[in-house]
């Protein structure tokens, strides 16, 4: 059991996504434990399809956070700027469980609801680090960390399996969500695009860069300096991968396979960032076995994916057939749930 942050530095390339279908498949599978999902993002798209999709997701959002006091991350962090270095432990009243509000969500997922307030908070938690204790800066990026100890406390659990969906930029927040995580899942898409962003994360986080003299992140040389964790790489998943017809598959493989080999390059040079498992397996030799160990793919599911994104259903329990969303009505075919289920339930059994 750990904290998982789902991050990647490139937009779009199915964090949420992926954080909804990654948590509910999770908790579907290990229904006797309470899983939790922090959406960090300002967006709340997780939060959204969590909460039942584009239009019940959506209302609900607008309730929670449109209640005083609120009871989503917004709240959580206000009352954090309020007394930032001194935790009130009041994090579990910010927590909810998801069942009552979308009944296709098991109820044993537990949510830290998103809040677009997080982005006019910004320069308020970004004041908390400096001025302050010599120590400040350490003390504002245990903040989600202070959050699930509330939480796992009020649940009387020592561990507990987090899911932290992030923004894309290296904002104060994916810095709050890094510094709290364990393990990191890294979507990326077949693109040129994805290749850089493999790069910039390393930069970013563990302060790799390949040009000598390139300035470092305020992120890396503050956790170096407070000797913080940092999350270990434990997946990188290419996501949205299409199989329409022989000739878009044999791009998409090259593409993928491109970006395999920068993968298998930042290992063969930075190993110790990576977590080894399941546990006690001992480390990849070739380039093979490491794709086995840190390479998932997730095709895309078309229809199927946006129905079940559109109507907060996971994909592993989303029927076939006829669904109405928002007024109209969209068919799910099996093969595009065929796609897709066997590719999270495999990606999901590798989550420990
Ligand atoms: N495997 C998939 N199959 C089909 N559609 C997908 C898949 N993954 C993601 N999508 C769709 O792709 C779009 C982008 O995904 P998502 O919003 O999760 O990306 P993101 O990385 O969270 O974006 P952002 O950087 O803006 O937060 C969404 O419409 C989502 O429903
Ligand atoms: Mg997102």
């Known amino acids: ?40 993002c300002p967006q709340a798209n997780a939060s959204s399809m969590l909460l039942g999709g584009i239009i019940n997701g959506e209302k609900h959002l607008e309730e929670i956070s449109g209640k005083s006091p609120k009871r989503t991350i917004a709240g959580y962090i206000e009352e954090r700027i309020v007394s930032p270095y001194l935790s009130p432990k009041k994090g579990a009243s910010f ?22 307030a997080l982005e006019v908070q910004t320069s308020r938690v970004a004041k908390a680090t400096n001025p302050g204790p010599t120590d400040a800066w350490r003390l504002v990026h245990g903040w989600i960390s202070d959050l699930i100890s509330d939480i796992r406390e009020s649940w009387n659990v020592k561990n507990c399996t987090v899911f932290i969906d992030c923004n894309p930029s290296f904002s104060i927040y994916t810095e709050l969500a890094m510094s709290a995580s364990d393990r990191l899942i890294i979507p990326f898409s077949a693109d040129g695009s ?22 470092q992140s305020e992120f890396f040389l503050n956790s170096t300096k407070f000797r913080m964790a940092l999350p270990k790489i434990y997946a990188y998943v290419g ?22 080999k920068e993968i298998w390059a930042v290992w063969q040079k930075n190993p110790n960032h990576f977590a080894i498992h399941p546990g006690g397996t001992p480390p990849p030799r070739t ?23 559109g109507l907060g259903i996971p994909i592993s329990i989303l029927p076939a057939g006829r669904h109405a969303l928002a007024g109209r009505y969209s068919t799910v075919n099996q093969t595009q749930l065929n796609k897709q289920k066997p590719n999270l339930k495999k990606f999901v059994a590798t989550i420990e």
């Open 1 to 40: 059991m750990a904290v998982y942050a789902l991050w990647n530095n490139k937009g779009g390339v199915g964090k949420s996504y992926l954080t909804f279908q990654v948590a509910c498949e999770y908790a579907l599978s290990h229904r006797n434990e309470k899983v939790l999902v922090i959406d960090l």
């Open 95 to 116: 927590v909810l469980q998801v069942h009552p509000f979308n009944k296709y969500v098991p109820d044993n997922l537990y949510l830290v609801v998103g809040d677009e």
């Open 194 to 215: 994805s290749k850089r962003a493999v790069r910039a994360v390393l930069s970013l986080l563990y302060g790799v860069n390949r040009i000598k003299g390139t300035e």
């Open 239 to 260: 996501n949205r991968l299409t199989q329409m017809n022989l000739g878009a598959a044999s791009a998409f493989k090259t593409v993928v396979n491109e970006i395999g």
């Open 287 to 309: 380039a093979v076995e490491f794709r086995k160990m840190f390479q998932a793919e997730i095709n895309d599911a078309n229809t199927a994916s946006v129905v079940s994104g």
